[in-house]
């Protein structure tokens, strides 16, 4: 089972580019989320999605953007990239929007922004 | 919102020692809690949840945690710390009607030989 795939593992961007960062789930899991790893920050929620055409926004959405489209995919576009955003990325996904299951993570992506 | 609080950012123990992490929680609702680790370079893992029932949770790789709501609090034990334990531990709570999870900052796990 592949669980929750991201790509890319790794990226570097230059200031002001943009770029998508993509995850997607086998698991046809209802929510989906993306989250963004800080040293001494723990994970803050970026953007949350509980279906397929429905997104909102978390803890720290400026800078970001997504869509869902379809169940499996849940893209999280950087608009116009700056040092701030240098972090370590994760997408998640849980089976419902009850919260009461649990959530599987994605390997992650290290970005950075020069 | 929900806060989570974990105590101490780096925990070390000898091998074979006692684990304890702690966590709290601020709710006036018992929320749904969870434990999850990451170790390097790689995602994070469910160890244990709590969402109704019995409040001693058992968990994989031999962890357990206890869910005392008078307390607010969900802390993470092991008895017997293995050197495959060292990774970074995530608290983390459910808030039942805001369609998110609220993350503490993290343990750190070092197992000393």
């Known amino acids: 089972n592949a669980g929750v795939t991201q790509t890319p593992k790794f990226q570097v961007l230059k200031t002001g580019q943009s770029m998508t960062l993509q995850c997607a789930q086998d698991?046809?899991?209802?929510?989906m989320s993306w989250y963004r790893q800080d040293p001494g920050m723990g994970l803050r929620l970026i953007h949350y999605?509980?279906?397929?055409?429905?997104?909102d926004q978390g803890e720290v959405p400026n800078g970001y953007n997504v869509s869902r489209s379809t169940t499996e995919d849940f893209p999280l576009r950087l608009l116009s990239a700056a040092p701030s955003q240098t972090s370590v990325y994760f997408c998640?996904?849980?089976?419902?929007?009850?919260?009461?299951?649990?959530?599987?993570f994605g390997q992650g992506t290290r970005l950075t922004v020069v | 919102a929900q806060s989570v609080t974990q105590l101490g950012s780096h925990v070390s123990v000898s091998e074979g020692a006692l684990v304890l992490l702690r966590c709290n929680y601020s709710?006036?609702?018992?929320?749904?809690l969870f434990w999850y680790v990451q170790y390097p370079n790689q995602g994070l893992q469910l160890l244990l949840k709590y969402t109704t029932g019995a409040t001693l949770v058992k968990g994989i790789n031999g962890f357990e945690a206890e869910f005392k709501k008078s307390e607010t609090s969900f802390h993470l034990t092991k008895p017997s710390a293995h050197m495959s334990d060292a990774a970074e531990y995530f608290c983390?709570?459910?808030?039942?009607?805001?369609?998110?999870?609220?993350f503490g900052t993290g343990t750190s796990l070092t197992v000393i030989p």
């Open positions: 698991m046809n899991h209802e929510y």
């Open positions: 709710s006036s609702v018992p929320p749904y």
């Open positions: 999605s509980v279906g397929a055409g429905i997104t």
């Open positions: 983390a709570v459910s808030d039942l009607a805001g369609n998110q999870f609220y």
């Open positions: 998640a996904s849980s089976f419902n929007r009850l919260m009461n299951t649990e959530a599987f």
